[in-house]
Structures are given as structure tokens and as C-alpha cells.
């Protein structure tokens, strides 16, 4: 009797080189054009945050962080950003209470009002980074221009290579592109193998990131001291603190639909986004300066020095940040939720410490921010990369893989802090 044999399924085939290669100019192109827009916006961002937060202050005899500015110059914020969404061309794009990472391709007469509301909310202070909007942006052009100069070159390329090298512009460095993409194209149909269509995209981010690296020196270490041989009370406090953080992030993303259809009930950008600056300047008196702004240089700060605030002030600062994160995304400004993420969590890793003098404030950052991450985004290597970065300690690599198991199984099919067209979370 013949013996009947099982063959395994053929893999995918390997793209010749020949496929690949007229990808690489175009990915290079993108990658560095989205990286200047990046830091273009962000300079231009930082130099107006300085003059609102130090001269201009000096100059009118007002304290620069003193409860009176912050209420001049959040509320102006919000009317300044409102006059942009209510007259300027496209009204600085879709509500971005509905987008996320993967943005869509805006047109071409959407990108100024979006990139002038962009940059006047980082610089007047409110809790949202630069991230989705600026994909949005180079998500556009990179369509537009593409579409123009490239006509052959397939549509569907452009809007992938945007992000890749902006995400890669972000964080300074292509792995967090390369992870968000092979994310993306696990739940979609590929031809061929998973590096063949990484390939451009890898590129684009590379080239983001070298970009960003030459020109404006970005790092994420916040030189914690660095963590040694991992023991068994890591394991437990690793699990306990990250599976916290995801849990206080759900509060926040349930939270997020009702908060924004409450300033919906406004009706009109000049209300929405003045409310949404008056409530954010409360929220800043009561936490202090360090809460405000998309909290990248200030999360630097809280670990310079660890032993400078009490417990109880990293906990405020924990709470305020996240409801000024809440606040900033639903009344209508425009950015993105990772870099204000990150702040909450460090501030509340830095509390787990100040508590409980045993856990390690590398660990403690890390888990914290990997499960706030996890809550905020759902993007799960995205939070595992941002996470390992912050304390560049390669013992808690290990203990974040393993927190990240219940701190997933927490967030995982619950609602995402991002909203439909009607007002509903998507899951």
C-alpha cells in the first residue's frame, strides 16, 4: 500500500530584485521630504512656544507659568485654532477625534489649515502631539505630488511610504515604521513575502529617520539609571504596574466618547475649541507646567530628577495629563495621542517608585508607558518599541514582553480611543 504523503503549502514567492528597485527613489523622496515637514512644523512650533512663554510674558510683568497666562494664553489657543477650523480652506481637516495613524488622503487645499492648527496647538500649549496630523499631511502631499510626477507608480504606494517615513521621522529611527507597517499588513492580503513589501516602506522610513537625526538630533533615552539582573519582584511589579496603566487608559477611552459629544453640543469651532482651552487652562493650574504641552521635553525633566516630587505629585500629574490628553482630543484641536501618552505613563511609573522604593524607575517608566500605550493607541509594537526606548535597559526588554500579555488581554476588543463619522468608538 503506497504511503500517502502530505506536501506543505508553496510559500510566497520572493520578488525579483528588478520589482523592487524603481521603489527605492520614490521611498527616498518621500522619506526626506516628510521628515522636513516634520521638523519643520516643529521648529517653527518651539520658536512661537518660546516667545508665548517667555518674552511675551516678561515684556506685559506676568509670571510665564503663572495661572493668569495660562488662562490668556490656552484660551487664545482655542481662538486662534477656531478662527483656522471655522475660515481657512478644508477647516484644517476631518474632526480628529476620527483619525488615527493611518490617516487618509486629504486634499491638497486641506494641508495649510491643517499644518497653521497644527503648529499654533503645540506651541500654545494644549496635550496633543504632532504625530497624526503631520501623516496626515505628508500623507497628502506624498499623494498628490506622487500622483502628478509618478502617474505609473500605484496610487495605493504613496499613503504607505508617508507614514512609514513619518512615523520613522517621529521616533528616529525606521524600526518603529517597520513594526506599525508589518502591524498594518497582518490583517490584509499580501503578495509575496512580508520584507518584499517592506522593502519601500523600510526605505521611506530610514531615510525619515536619518533625516530627522542629521537635522534635529531627536532622542528618546531619558537616562534612568539602568536596570540590572531581573529578580522575581520585576515579574510581579512589571505585570501590576503595566496592567494599572492599561486599565487608567481605559478610564480615559471610555470616557472619550461622552467628553466629545459634549462639546459637540456647541456646535461651532469658536465655542468647542475656546471651551476646550479654558478647561485645559484649569487643568494646568492645577498640575503645573509640566502638563502642559505634548510632554516630550518634560517627561526629560521628570527623570532627571526622580526625587523631586512626592507621590502624590506624580499621581496629579498623572491625572491631570491624562485629562488634559481627554479634553485636547475631543473639543477639536488638532494632533496626535502618543507623545501625551508617554508623559502620563512616565509620570505614573515615577509615582510606582516613589511608592514603593523597590521598583526599579526604569522599570517602572517602562511598564507604566507600555500599558497606557497599549490602552491609548491598541497599537501594540508601536507601545512594546516606545517603551524599551525610553529607558535603553536591555533587562526590562524581557519584562515588558511579559506585562504586555495581561496589559493586552485588558484592552483588547474593548473600544479605541478614536470615534466613527456617527460619534461611535471603533473596536
Not at 327 to 344: E, K, L
Request: charged letters at 10%.
Amino acid at each position: 500500500m503506497a504511503q500517502e504523503t502530505t506536501q506543505a503549502p508553496p510559500s510566497a514567492p520572493t520578488a525579483p530584485a528588478r520589482a523592487l528597485l524603481p521603489f527605492i527613489l520614490p521611498a527616498v523622496v518621500v522619506g526626506v521630504a516628510a521628515s522636513l515637514v516634520f521638523v519643520g512644523v516643529s521648529t517653527a512650533a518651539e520658536r512661537l512656544q518660546r516667545v508665548l512663554w517667555g518674552p511675551l510674558p516678561d515684556a506685559l510683568g506676568v509670571g510665564r507659568y503663572s495661572v493668569l497666562w495660562m488662562f490668556v494664553v490656552l484660551t487664545a489657543t482655542g481662538v486662534v485654532v477656531g478662527l483656522v477650523v471655522w475660515k481657512v480652506p478644508g477647516h484644517a481637516g476631518p474632526d480628529p477625534a476620527t483619525l488615527g495613524l493611518d490617516a487618509p488622503v486629504l486634499p491638497p487645499a486641506v494641508l495649510p489649515g491643517l499644518v497653521l492648527a497644527t503648529g499654533l496647538m503645540l506651541a500654545g500649549g494644549p496635550s496633543l502631539g504632532p504625530e497624526n496630523p503631520v501623516i496626515a499631511v505628508n500623507v497628502g502631499l506624498a499623494a498628490w505630488l506622487g500622483g502628478r510626477f509618478l502617474p505609473r507608480t500605484p496610487g495605493t504606494l504613496w499613503p504607505v511610504l508617508a507614514e512609514a517615513a513619518t512615523i520613522g521621522a517621529l521616533f528616529g529611527t525606521p524600526v518603529a515604521a517597520a513594526l506599525v507597517i508589518s502591524e498594518a499588513l497582518a490583517g490584509r492580503p499580501m503578495r509575496g513575502r512580508l520584507w518584499d513589501n517592506l522593502f519601500a516602506p523600510l526605505t521611506a522610513g530610514a531615510c525619515g529617520a536619518m533625516t530627522t537625526t542629521l537635522v534635529a538630533r531627536p532622542t528618546f533615552d531619558l537616562g534612568l539609571p539602568p536596570m540590572g539582573h531581573p529578580r522575581a519582584g520585576d515579574v510581579l511589579a512589571a505585570l501590576v504596574i503595566a496592567s494599572a496603566a492599561a486599565a487608567l487608559g481605559l478610564c480615559a477611552v471610555y470616557a472619550f466618547p461622552h467628553l466629545h459629544a459634549a462639546f459637540r453640543r456647541l456646535r461651532h469651532p469658536m465655542l468647542m475649541l475656546p471651551a476646550g482651552g479654558l478647561v485645559l487652562a484649569a487643568l494646568a493650574a492645577l498640575g503645573g507646567r509640566l502638563t502642559l504641552f505634548k510632554g516630550l521635553s518634560e517627561i526629560g525633566e521628570l527623570a532627571r530628577d526622580p526625587q523631586g516630587w512626592s507621590a502624590g505629585q506624580f499621581v496629579t500629574m498623572t491625572v491631570v495629563k491624562l485629562a488634559a490628553l481627554l479634553v485636547a482630543a475631543s473639543c477639536g484641536f488638532r494632533g496626535g495621542r502618543i507623545f501625551p501618552a508617554v508623559f502620563v505613563g512616565t509620570a505614573l511609573g515615577l509615582a510606582a517608585h516613589a511608592l514603593v522604593p523597590a521598583v526599579h524607575p526604569s522599570l517602572g517608566v517602562a511598564t507604566a508607558v507600555l500599558g497606557m500605550l497599549l490602552a491609548i493607541t491598541r497599537q501594540g509594537w508601536v507601545s512594546l518599541f516606545t517603551a524599551a526606548v525610553l529607558v535603553a535597559s536591555p533587562a526590562v526588554i524581557t519584562l515588558l514582553c511579559i506585562a504586555s500579555l495581561p496589559a493586552w488581554l485588558l484592552v483588547t476588543g474593548r473600544p479605541q480611543m478614536q470615534l466613527r463619522a456617527d460619534g461611535t468608538p471603533v473596536r
